[in-house]
């Protein structure tokens, strides 16, 4: 069983910057895949961006791409996301989740446990 919490989130303006901090239970955080998730109301749960074991391996969605940076310490049991210059359309809740697939790693079936989400709100 692994615990996620998730913080970081916040008001703030387009064109600013915000960093999530998503820290996790598990003894083996290191064996989990990493990524991160948005759901803005009336939507369904979107990819945002994922990291492997060790944080050398990422990848993100097409809209956050050149923005929005994922990265971990497995000493610290923590990823991060680092959102900058942010738009109106990044408003969401942002969701941390942890897998051991290495398939599926851009869909939400890809993933077995959540956090709880933190609200993310940027204004125009």
């Known amino acids: 069983q692994v615990q996620l919490v998730e913080s970081g989130g916040g008001l703030v303006q387009a064109g600013g910057s915000l960093r999530l901090s998503c820290a996790a239970s598990?003894?083996?955080?290191?064996?989990?895949?990493m990524g991160w998730f948005r759901q803005a109301p009336g939507k369904e749960r979107e990819f945002v961006a994922t990291?492997?074991?060790?944080?050398?391996?990422?990848d993100y969605a097409d809209s956050v791409k050149g923005r929005f940076t994922i990265s971990r310490d497995n000493a610290e049991n923590t990823v991060y996301l680092q959102m900058n210059s942010l738009k109106p359309e990044d408003t969401a809740v942002y969701y941390c989740?942890?897998?051991?697939?290495?398939?599926?790693?851009?869909?939400?079936?890809?993933?077995?446990?959540w956090g709880q989400g933190t609200q993310v709100t940027v204004s125009s």
């Open positions: 598990a003894r083996t955080f290191s064996s989990y895949r």
């Open positions: 990291a492997n074991w060790s944080g050398g391996s990422t």
């Open positions: 989740a942890a897998g051991r697939l290495r398939v599926r790693v851009f869909e939400v079936s890809g993933y077995d446990y």
